[in-house]
């Protein structure tokens, strides 16, 4: 975040040069970097996470003075647009392969698309271990190239 390669010194290059930025954040990052306060579980026992978007729209506000900092959380936005024609047939497709399941009494199985066939898979498998990104991956760092992002997280190989 802070620092000669931070993301706020980034930004700011970026504002200077370009006259505007876009950031997306996903949900649940930065966890690291914010209080650490119990919030909780949910409804399902999941932990609450805190909310990343309003504390890095304030850290941008404050390092970035005088820019025109917004901040859109996108949850009401996209549930409220219309579907695509391939969502729906995505959707039906599953729901019909989940239909398809409990008729045959699965139970404990979530329907997935995998290698371009739909299956079963054990929902114990899928969430026994946690959705990670690798910074250091072939697929982050192809998307990295694509959008011209700079590497904010040092190599593991390097000496630093």
């Given amino acids: 975040m802070q620092g000669e390669e931070g993301l706020l010194t980034y930004v700011q290059k970026l504002l200077d040069s370009r006259g505007h930025c876009v950031i997306c954040i996903a949900e649940g990052a930065g966890q690291d970097l914010l209080q650490d306060k119990d919030l909780g579980k949910d409804l399902s026992g999941n932990k609450i996470l805190a909310d ?3 504390w890095l729209r304030d850290e941008l ?18 549930r409220t647009s219309p579907t695509i024609s391939n969502d729906r047939i995505y959707c ?9 399941a409990a008729f045959a009494g699965y139970t404990g199985v979530m329907v997935g698309l995998v290698n371009t066939h739909y299956v079963y898979l054990p929902i ?6 946690p959705r990670m990104v690798d910074p250091n991956g072939k ?5 990295r190239a694509a959008i011209g992002q700079p590497k904010f997280v040092p190599d593991p190989d390097s000496t630093n």
Avoid: E, F, Q, W
């Fill in 52 to 54: 990343v978007g309003p």
């Fill in 61 to 78: 506000k404050l390092a970035c003075k005088g820019a025109d900092v917004k901040y859109i959380d996108p949850s009401y936005i996209i």
């Fill in 92 to 100: 039906k497709v599953l729901a019909h392969n989940a239909v398809h």
């Fill in 124 to 129: 114990p498998t899928v969430i026994s271990a």
């Fill in 139 to 143: 697929m982050y760092n192809r998307m």
